[in-house]
Every structure is written in C-alpha cells, then in structure tokens.
C-alpha cells in the first residue's frame, strides 16, 4: 500500500457541502458501493455522534492490533513485561503479507516496543504473533488477555481468536469461520478509541504513546486519503487500518485546531476484491472519512 503523498497527487474527491445531511451524503456513498457498511462518528468536544450499523460484527482484519496494543500497554504498567525486553526474530516465526519482520536475516533481536511499534504503523503480522506471544503462557492464554481487557473496558463485542496465519491453532467456530482473526463493531472501537484520546487507557502518558504510535500509521491511503492536509497544517491522523479481500476498515482520530473526532468505518462483503489503491471499498472508506471530516470540522 502506498503513502499519504502519492495521493497529494490525485484529484480530491470533493462533496458539496450542505447539499443533503451528512447520514444522507454517507448512505448515498455506501449505496454505490453495495457491501456491507458500518460507521460510528463522535466529535470529542460536542459528544455528536453519527452510527450506521453501529452495534453490527464485522471482521477486524488487522484493526484488531489495536487492542493487541493496548493489553501489551497494561502489561508493561502492570510490570507483567518490560518495553525492553530483547525478542529474537526467527525463521520459524515468520509470516507472509504486510510488515517487514518477515524480511530480516534470522537471529536479529529487537526490543518488545520496537516490535509493536511496527506492528501498529507497518501493520506488521509477525510482529503482531510475537506480540501476542507476550501475552500469557498457553494459547488461549495470550487471546483471553486482549479479550478479557477489552471487556473490562467495555468493549462487549470485541474478540481476537487466533494469532495471524496460525492454521493449526484456528477454532471450528461460527466465529472463526466468519470472522477470522477476530470480530468487533464500530461502536466498541469508537469507545476504545474514545478511552485513548481522553487518557482513560492506563494513563494520560500511556494514552499518549499510543496515540503517536498511530500517528505514525504507514497505510494512508483510506481514512486519511481526501482530508486536506496541504491546507491546515494543523491537521493531523492516527489511525489503524484493516484491509482483506472483502474487508477494508480504518478506525482512528482526525484532529486540527478545529476539533476533534475518532470515527470507525468497517466494509464487509465488498463487491470488489484486492488491495489496489483505487479499489472501489478502499475509496468509499477515503469519502465517508470526507464527509465526516466535512461535517464535524469543515462546516460552512
């Protein structure tokens, strides 16, 4: 996937302002689509909110990293594991698609936090099963630490179910089946991401070092895409991503000196499969974040 400055290249996909209402604008864009759309929207100050399917599941793809996250932040607070903590990178653990863990000579040692760190803004899989692997002793161990977390914060419907491209250990459920690696709704990633910006995930400074870590987010070319960073230098993102033939999901906060809002927009069931950048899913989240953008801090 490419970076943010290659689309600083293409046409903006503009929307004319006050034409419709925003749910109208998003239903007409979703409608072009076709697919499967959730969305949830709040302004941080003004507690506005905007929600299609908002409680609905939907695969996480690798959004579900963020609450990876924010468990191996707990635990580093908790004093269960050290930012420090030297990981061998091995053959044997290696995984295909998105990172580059997958590339480097076995045997090289990184630091736990340097791990996560590309785990968040490379989207890193190995780097997530090594992780992950923190996480507790046995299997179902590790997955109980994120999923028993997530409730704890009031996250219901949130679960991860297995590390990434880890066949043997996959379930027979339902679940797995149909969601993968793990499922939520844009509702409880709005309230994860609502915790993160208010300071409520252990701490302020916590918060915070999750915060520039998505600020980091490599793979702009969805949420981020359309917002006019040339114009307001005040304008920034940090966001998490996930992307599967079928899946394409961003959840994040946008903020300027205008405000601020998170947002979570999940597709599920797109018609249009692959990781093209002007696939037609990957699109429609880049003009929904638009709208969003338009309505809560660009209104005329």
Known sequence: ????????????????????????????????LGG??????????????????????????????????VELFYQFHEGKLSPDTPIPLLDDAKKPGSGILSYLHNGQTLKLIDIATLMMIESDNTGTNYVIDQLGKEHEDKLNAVNNRMKS??????KLQNKLYSFATKKKTWEAKRYG??????????????????????????????????????????????LPFMEDSTLWTANKTGSLDEVKNDAGIVSSSKGTY???????????????????????????????YNYFLNRQ
């Open 1 to 32: 996937m490419n970076k943010l400055i290659l689309f600083l290249l293409f046409p903006t996909f503009l929307i004319a302002q006050n034409s419709t209402s925003p749910m109208g604008l998003i239903q007409t864009t979703i409608n072009e």
């Open 36 to 69: 499967r759309v959730g969305i949830s929207a709040k302004h941080i100050s003004t507690g506005e909110t905007l929600t299609i399917d908002g409680d609905s599941l939907f695969p996480t793809a690798s959004i579900i990293k963020l609450p990876v996250l």
């Open 153 to 158: 914060l009031g996250l219901q419907h949130t």
């Open 181 to 226: 690696i793990g499922f939520t709704t844009p509702n409880d990633m709005l309230l994860l991401l609502e915790k993160i910006v208010k300071g409520e995930i252990v701490d302020r400074a916590t918060s915070d070092s999750i915060i520039a870590m998505m600020k980091g987010q490599q793979y702009l070319e969805m949420a981020p895409r359309y």
């Open 262 to 292: 998170i947002y979570a927009i999940f597709i599920d069931n797109s018609p249009e499969l692959g990781e093209q950048i002007d696939n037609k899913a990957t699109l429609t989240v880049a003009k929904i974040s638009q709208i969003l």
